[in-house]
Structures are given as C-alpha cells and as structure tokens.
C-alpha cells in the first residue's frame, strides 16, 4: 500500500504572498491532519479533515485554511505568509478515528523570505 | 502551556542495553497514547500506542507503560540497536479530539555501537 505523499516537499516563498500545500492520504483513509514543527515549537497541530469536514481546529490564526476533496486528498493554503510560518509541514492520515494511529507523510519544507 | 512533556532533551545508551524513555502529561482527558519515531528529514513513524484502559502494551522490542495516577507514560526497548537512534515523540489524544494529537518535544536517542 503506498504512504501518505506529499507535494512539494521543499518551498521557497517571500513574505506576503500565499502557499498550498498537498496531501494524498493512504488509499482507504478518510481523514486528514495537518501539523506544523518548528525548532521552537515542536509538533502542533493545525486541523483535520474528515470526509471533506473540519473535524477539528488547533490554535493558529485564521491565514492557516484547508480543505478535503471528496478523494480524501487534502491541501492546506497559507496566506500572508510571514518569517515565523517557515516550518516543516506534515500531513497525517488514519482510517477515521479516534484510536487510530495515524501515519505521516514526509512533510513539505517552507521556508518564507 | 504544555500539556505534554517529553522532559530528557537526549539520550545514549550502548548497544544491547535498554533504552527507557519518559513521557508526561497534564490533561487528565487524555485516554490513548502514541509513541512515534523521526528521522531528519523524514515524517514520523508510528511504534505503539496504548489506550488508558491498559497499563501495558507490548510489541517485540518496544514496551510502553502507562501510569495513570501519576500521568506518566513511558517507552522500553530493548535491547537496543544502532538503527533506533533517532528523535522519539509521545502524543496524547482523547475520544472528543477526533485525531488531534498533542506531541512532547521529542527526545533524541543515540545508540552506540
């Protein structure tokens, strides 16, 4: 069965301007989750996505949005980017939950100018 | 406020010896708990997880413990090889978060030949 993939895993963008990022689940995974890490913050969750409804929502400012298409894929989008959204972005999926593991993509580098 | 808290930074042991890692939290509405391994520049990779109907769940080489009255969770293994070396993370969730995990900072385990 393939993992979770996850486009593109490196971004360079310039403070201002917006980013998607993708997500494409293991084959038969209906929910989605997304998570920040930074040096400083560690592992954070941003929200999760399941059978394209915001299941649930972390604690970061409304620039941070995603969304499920009805194949599970999910992508989330970054507007305004600022210096401090630099961070690995990681993407997470599970059969539907909760007490399921979850299994994590390899993540998307951005790095914000 | 963190509610969990992975509170050794880094760990070494030697080859065939065990590795203990500790993991404690505050929510006392946590009920499943993960235990996840990270490679640099790599997703992280689910190990074991424990709800908190248990005490003890094992699979080969890795034991986590759980202690509940004292909210703290722990991972075993052993014995311990080169390949464990790594970054490993706790996560915490409970049944009305959906599949929202809150992550320790994570601690460094290096195995020496």
């Known amino acids: 069965k393939a993992g979770v993939t996850q486009t593109p895993r490196y971004l360079i963008k310039t403070r201002g301007q917006q980013v998607t990022l993708s997500c494409s689940p293991i084959s038969g995974h209906r929910s989605v989750s997304w998570y920040q890490q930074t040096p400083g913050q560690g592992l954070q969750f941003l929200f999760e996505y399941f059978s394209e409804t915001q299941r649930n929502k972390g604690n970061f400012p409304g620039r941070f949005s995603g969304r499920q298409f009805s194949n599970s894929r999910s992508e989330m989008n970054v507007s305004t980017l600022e210096l401090g959204d630099s961070a690995l972005y990681l993407c997470?999926?599970?059969?539907?939950?909760?007490?399921?593991?979850?299994?994590f993509g390899p993540g998307t580098r951005l790095t914000v100018t | 406020d963190q509610q969990v808290k992975q509170n050794s930074p880094s760990l070494s042991v030697q080859e065939g010896r065990i590795s203990i890692l500790n993991c404690d939290y505050t929510n006392s509405m946590f009920d499943y708990f993960l235990w996840y391994k990270k490679y640099p520049a790599e997703g992280p990779t689910f190990l074991i997880s424990?709800?908190?109907?248990?005490d003890k769940n094992e699979d080969g080489r890795f034991t986590v413990f759980l202690n509940k009255s004292a909210k703290h969770l722990s991972l075993h293994i052993v014995p311990s090889q080169p390949g464990d070396s790594a970054v490993y993370f706790c996560a915490a969730s409970y049944v009305n978060a959906g599949n929202m995990l809150t992550f320790g900072g994570g601690t460094r385990l290096m195995v020496k030949p």
């Open positions: 424990i709800s908190s109907i248990k």
């Open positions: 997470a999926s599970s059969p539907g939950g909760p007490f399921y593991e979850q299994y």
